[in-house]
């Protein structure tokens, strides 16, 4: 049903702005229980898509799903080298465990056999930056299965191959433990870390999610267009 529902917003059956059918109405269509339709509905107005108002119902979000033209993805060597330091990085390769609860959710995923992790540092005049976990789904983006250039993060691929129809971001304080980037940032589990966390989507899906711990005193601000 989810899925449903963000194909008719992405083909303009359900505009920006508009008010889409009840959960009753929904339930009925779709043969279901109300509580399930509520479920999903819940789940895409905590994301941003929809805006739910009581006794007035759900509605498109002016900004959701093809309501605007591609998004720009922050670039970390535009932002580094934008400051004037000189940027490099170094990829750590594929991370083979399952992927987390939280992530499989976020994506809105329930194969992890689908979701990949990739690993990588990054660097600001030769001092390192931040450690760089992300997950993608294989599926969605079948070219970051071949082997990239030395000289082009996935980050740079991601934001010169894919257009990008929403970007989700939010910070948070935590310790390098919780984040499991203790060795990659070569510290104690316990030092605190700086977590910028964005998600992307290209057409209906989520597609690709990045975690970025950066270590205490290192910042890195970006915008999106």
């Known amino acids: 049903m989810r899925a449903e529902i963000l194909r008719r917003i992405s083909d303009g059956t359900y505009a920006p702005g508009t008010l889409i059918p009840t959960e009753q109405e929904l339930a009925a269509e779709f043969g279901c229980a109300r509580a399930t ?19 007035i119902g759900t509605r498109v979000a002016l900004n959701a799903l093809g309501a605007s033209s591609k998004r720009a993805l922050p670039v970390f060597r535009e932002a580094i080298e934008s400051s004037g330091r000189r940027f490099d990085s170094s990829y ?3 991370h083979r465990a399952p992927p987390p609860a939280d992530v499989l959710a976020v994506l809105f995923h ?4 689908r979701i990949v992790e990739t690993r990588t540092l990054f660097y600001a005049d030769g001092n390192l930056l931040c450690a760089e976990r992300r997950w993608h789904d294989s599926a969605a983006l079948p070219g970051l299965d071949i082997e990239l250039p030395a ?6 691929w991601i934001a010169t191959n894919v257009p990008i129809s929403l970007i989700e971001q939010n910070v948070s304080a ?16 316990g030092a605190p ?3 910028y966390e964005t998600c992307f989507w290209a057409g209906t899906q989520p597609v690709s999610l990045a975690r970025h711990a950066f270590l205490p005193g290192e910042t890195l601000f970006t915008s999106i267009a």
């Not at 329930?110 to 056999?113: A, E, Q, R, T, V």
């Not at 935590?174 to 589990?189: F, I, K, N, W």
């Open 151 to 156: 000289s082009t993060t996935i980050n740079e």
């Open 174 to 189: 935590r310790t390098a433990g919780d984040m499991q980037v203790e060795t990659l940032l070569g510290c104690e589990p």
């Open 193 to 195: 870390v700086l977590v």
């Open 37 to 55: 339709v509520n479920r999903a509905l819940s789940s895409l107005a905590g994301r941003g898509v929809l805006q739910r108002r009581r006794r």
């Open 110 to 113: 329930s194969d992890p056999g």
């Open 92 to 94: 750590r390769g594929r």
